[in-house]
């Protein structure tokens, strides 16, 4: 008799939130970020608006750090899940592609993001793909996937039915964009 049914096998936790893999991690980026500070109590996240950094870090082991957590489609998952970034190397590459005007806005191509090492050796790269529209499955996901980031900030659960607002996809703020007055 096995151990390990169908019926064990579906109990395991959803992946809500995207882990950078050893290698090449293939992502879409589908909102805006959020982007504040973040600090730990009782080794427990609490995050900041930009505005409002705190002066010192209540764990003096712990640097007070800059974030930023956006809406991705990961594509080893097939997934939609938050991605939070701490890591700087990967958002001044990103900053980078954004203001190159060969590549601009990150909504509009994969980035690949190349883990490599260990601990504080650990390295990454950011690397764009080609440019192309997002997959209609994708959006399908995205809309079935209701996640507000700002609950972030309360330190509440993103991903909780109960937020009024809804972290809107880049095409419909760029469909907004689009619509005259």
């Not at 893999?21 to 995050?47: C, F, M, Q, T, Y």
């Not at 640097?63 to 997934?79: D, L």
């Not at 090492?117 to 994708?138: A, C, F, M, S």
Request: proline share 5%; charged share 35%; hydrophobic share 35%.
């Amino acid at each position: 008799m096995n151990f390990l049914t169908e019926d064990t096998q579906e109990l395991k936790t959803e992946k809500k939130y995207f882990k950078f893999a050893e290698g090449e991690n293939r992502v879409r980026i589908l909102s805006a970020p959020i982007a504040g500070w973040e600090d730990w109590i009782d080794n427990k996240p609490v995050r900041y608006r930009a505005k409002e950094k705190p002066s010192k870090a209540h764990d003096s082991e712990k640097k007070v750090r800059a974030f930023w957590s956006v809406i991705i489609w990961n594509y080893s998952e097939k997934k939609v899940q938050i991605m939070h970034i701490t890591q700087a190397s990967i958002r001044k590459s990103i900053e980078a592609l954004c203001i190159d005007e060969d590549w601009g806005s990150p909504f509009h191509y994969d980035l690949k993001i190349i883990k490599s090492g260990e601990g504080i050796d650990t390295e990454y790269r950011v690397n764009p793909g080609q440019k192309k529209p997002v997959d209609e499955l994708i959006k399908h996901s995205f809309k079935e996937t209701p996640i507000a980031l700002e609950a972030l900030f309360d330190n509440a659960d993103p991903f909780s039915s109960d937020h009024i607002f809804i972290t809107r996809a880049f095409w419909e703020e760029e469909q907004q964009e689009e619509q005259p007055f």
